[in-house]
């Protein structure tokens, strides 16, 4: 059983910058980001291979967030810019335990969840 936890949430006024972090107590295959707001369905963010650094991201983030990896610390990052009040939601870490090319913005391709850490983007 792999544990994950995030941290780094918080609240800023949009147009601000916050970096999440996950630690996972094992590497696995691939990570992935997701968050959900209220009301809505959960949405693949961004996700990155353990090997190789292979990074997928949503369309709604693209150039704006930034995953990345740091193997010995068994940490992947979700470094977030130019954050909007759509972003408002609470964002989940997950684990893959294979990597499948087109496919890892499927929350069913993640085995392992975190608990969420809250993001608040204000106007």
């Known amino acids: 059983q792999v544990q994950l936890g995030e941290s780094g949430g918080g609240s800023v006024q949009a147009g601000g910058s916050l970096r999440l972090s996950c630690v996972a107590s094992e590497r696995t295959v691939a990570m992935g980001w997701f968050r959900q707001a209220p009301g809505k369905e959960r949405e693949f963010v961004a996700s990155?291979?353990?090997?190789?650094?292979?990074?997928y991201y949503g369309d709604s983030v693209k150039g704006r967030f930034t995953i990345s990896r740091d193997n010995a610390k068994k940490t992947v990052y979700l470094q977030m810019n130019s954050l909007k009040p759509e972003d408002t939601a609470v964002y989940y870490c997950a684990a893959a335990n294979s990597y499948q090319y087109g496919r890892m913005q499927r929350d069913d391709m993640y085995a392992y969840w975190g608990q969420g850490t809250q993001v608040t983007a204000s106007s």
């Open positions: 990155i291979t353990w090997s190789g650094g292979i990074t």
